[in-house]
């Protein structure tokens, strides 16, 4: 045979393999049936709705009333503008299919009961979360503009300042995963460990074997994972078998295959604390990629940070109010027993201020959006924010084009490989509106930057889970650690600095050039941006 004829015929043998192999992996895949389930129930509700608009012409215009009643109290509703244009058109340009969209995902609904037992978590941890009145006074005195963006904070999210913490910073996950496994290894009282995305392979194992055998010495440990988060890495009732080993183990909202209006709601938060004394947060899941022992999209890029000291009792406590909601626990939880046994560092004023928080669905009050605003129109000289989604409402682009326009040395940094494809070319939709502003737009070449940080002026930072998307500002549990005047703060932006060699600096006239059908599948998504 000819060796030419040869090599094309392996080729398209290997071809034919790999589409097999493909169709195959995805008839195994958990979340293929879970869409194929979800597609189902919409198109057989659609379905019902159109026959009976045209069987009734009365159950068509009271479709049509409720539709109207609606999107008139969507409009009245005090939320984002971008989500009341986005649901209204949908309403009203599809009454029978757009109504039901809304009623099953447009609004987010938690259920008054784990509303009430947040609000009885919040009531007896107020003790250990009282803020000391010489830490504000300190603050106050540093800087009074700062001291009002700390204010907000623990006004709002009840989370206060705290001193006496030294913090360290990670600028990838590989550097994070050795630090994580020797303070684990250190516990001696508890160890609680929250996470969105818990993937079975070497990180996971290393952390598992440690938290088996502390169980065996008496350690309390406890685990929660979000259930869409572990929906395609962890098997049906795995939470069993953690219980079977001695770990305390539930899952946040699990996820089933049916219609559900708290479905929406995920436990986005990465929290892992020991001892009341250590506690981590960041980017970084407990799967492979984000150490970069196995290859997703490239190179993954994430940070982190380890704290030290009195604020980590925050994060203590953060963790305590979700165990309290998810098990429904009725006894009062004594959180003076869970303040660390170790001293905190001596010089209570030398590592600056830290003050981890966290946002929550349970109000209209948008904390992460809210702490981001704050920095940037208080900025004098810099912002840099790392970001791997950038769906921004108006608010925001207002903000970051008015900081730019101003002379503040605004910078943004995405991935250049996607994760997702579509929430990628939303991304850059936005690129063209701030780079006319003097915004500095890097895409990171190498792979996926999946960090969540802001960075300003020196002084302030913050890194933690919080995306600049509709998803994470107004429908997710998540946390960030805001830091200010500590060495850390000088760490991320040498990061940033440095994580820019690896980037392509996104041009204007580059932007501009893109095709009539990009243009036109992007404005599309703009408009239904608050709904995905």
């Known amino acids: 045979m000819n060796p ?20 195959i992996k995805l008839l195994f895949n958990k979340i293929f049936y879970v869409s194929f389930a979800f597609l189902a129930q919409l198109l057989f509700f659609a ?23 609606t999107a008139f109290y969507i409009v009245n509703r005090r939320i984002n503008p971008s989500y009341k244009l986005a649901w209204t058109i949908t309403i009203l340009c599809i009454p029978v299919f757009g109504l039901f969209l809304y009623l099953v995902f447009g609004k987010s609904r938690i259920a ?13 941890s107020s003790e250990v979360l009282k803020e000391k009145p010489e830490v504000r006074k300190a603050v106050y005195e540093e800087n009074p503009s700062v001291s009002a963006q700390s204010s907000y904070i623990s006004n709002v999210s009840g989370y206060p300042i705290h001193t006496n913490t030294i913090a360290d910073y990670f600028q990838v996950g590989d550097d994070m995963f050795p630090v994580l496994i020797r303070e684990l290894k250190n516990a001696r009282k508890y160890i609680f460990i929250e996470y969105f995305i818990i993937n079975d392979g070497l990180m996971w194992e290393s952390v598992l074997s440690i938290l088996e055998e502390k169980v065996k010495e008496g350690v309390d440990v406890r685990l929660i994972y979000d259930g869409f988060g572990c929906l395609s890495t962890l098997p049906a009732g795995y939470y069993k078998k953690l219980r079977s080993k001695g770990i305390q183990c539930v899952v946040f ?14 436990d986005h938060r990465k929290l892992c604390i020991i001892d009341g004394y250590v506690g981590f947060t960041g980017g970084i899941n407990l799967s492979d990629e984000y150490i970069n022992k196995t290859e997703r999209f490239g190179h993954w890029k994430d940070t982190a940070v ?24 009725e006894a009062p939880i004594n959180y003076m027993d869970y303040l660390p046994e170790k001293s905190y560092p001596a010089n209570s004023f030398k590592h600056g201020f830290v003050q981890p928080f966290c946002d929550s669905p349970l109000d209209n009050e948008i904390v992460g959006e809210n702490v981001y605003l704050n920095i940037i129109n208080k900025a004098k000289r810099y912002v840099y924010i790392c970001t791997p989604y950038l769906i921004i409402d108006n608010e925001m682009m207002t903000a970051l084009c008015l900081a730019s326009k101003s002379g503040v040395d605004i910078r943004i940094m995405t991935p250049s490989i996607p994760d997702k494809k579509l929430v990628f070319l939303l991304t850059q939709s936005y690129y063209e509106q701030l780079l006319e502003a003097g915004v500095r737009i890097y895409e990171y070449i190498p792979g996926f930057l999946h960090a969540k940080s802001f960075v300003c002026d020196d ?33 991320i932006r040498t990061d940033f600095e440095n994580t820019m060699k690896y980037c392509d600096p996104i041009c204007l006239d580059t932007v501009k050039k893109r095709g009539i059908f990009v243009r036109g599948l992007q404005s599309i998504l703009r408009l239904v941006a608050p709904m995905l």
């Open 4 to 23: 030419s004829r040869k090599a094309s015929i392996e080729i398209k043998k290997n071809i034919v393999i790999r589409f097999l192999a493909g169709i």
């Open 47 to 69: 379905l019902m709705g159109w026959f009976f608009a045209g069987y009734s012409r009365y159950f068509f215009w009271t479709v049509q009333i409720i539709s109207y009643i």
């Open 112 to 124: 008054a009961r784990i509303e009430n037992l947040f609000e009885k978590a919040r009531q007896e």
């Open 253 to 266: 909202n699990p996820f089933r295959p049916i219609l559900n209006v708290i479905q929406n709601n995920r």
């Open 306 to 329: 380890m704290l030290k000291g009195e604020a980590v009792m925050n994060m203590t406590v953060m963790f305590l109010h979700m165990w309290k909601v998810i098990t429904a626990e």
């Open 459 to 491: 002084e302030l930072a913050v890194v933690g889970t919080i995306n600049l998307d509709y998803r994470s500002l107004y429908l997710h549990f998540e946390d960030g650690v805001w830091i200010y005047r500590n060495q850390v703060i000088h760490d």
